[in-house]
Nanobody, 120 residues
Framework: QVQLRESGPGLVKPSQTLSLTCAVS??????????WSWIRQPPGKGLEWMGI???????YYSPSLKSRISISRDTSKNQFSLQLTSVTPEDTAVYYC????????????WGQGIPVTVSS
């Protein structure tokens, strides 16, 4: 079964870069045709889709984040990563990685989520 796990620092200072990694087991991030997503949920708010990386490495980002976000992958380690630059306290959230079912069908596998606080 596909399993995902987020890892990275849980506390980031304002203006720094938030960096997280999603390790995938039980399935390949290059398998056709599943995209791999980053989603976050700020306290008291709903889920916010951040971006995806496809099976062949193409990326697509939320317009509200596109100036600050980068998603990459390491196929040899079967993992993909998130970088969000110039963070502010508004970026405080639980961050999730997930596998997309495609065609608007939602997500079939999620990581547990990792809380990240942006604070000085």
């Amino acid at each position: 079964q596909v399993q995902l796990r987020e890892s990275g620092p849980g506390l980031v200072k304002p203006s720094q870069t938030l960096s997280l990694t999603c390790a995938v087991s039980g399935g390949s991030i290059t398998a056709k045709y599943f995209p791999w997503s980053w989603i976050r949920q700020p306290p008291g708010k709903g889920l916010e889709w951040m971006g995806i990386i496809t099976y062949d490495g193409s990326t697509y980002y939320s317009p509200s984040l596109k100036s600050r976000i980068s998603i990459s992958r390491d196929t040899s380690k079967n993992q993909f990563s998130l970088q969000l630059t110039s963070v502010t306290p508004e970026d405080t959230a639980v961050y999730y990685c997930a596998r997309d079912r495609g065609a608007g069908w939602g997500y079939d596998h999620w990581g547990q989520g990792i809380p990240v606080t942006v604070s000085s």
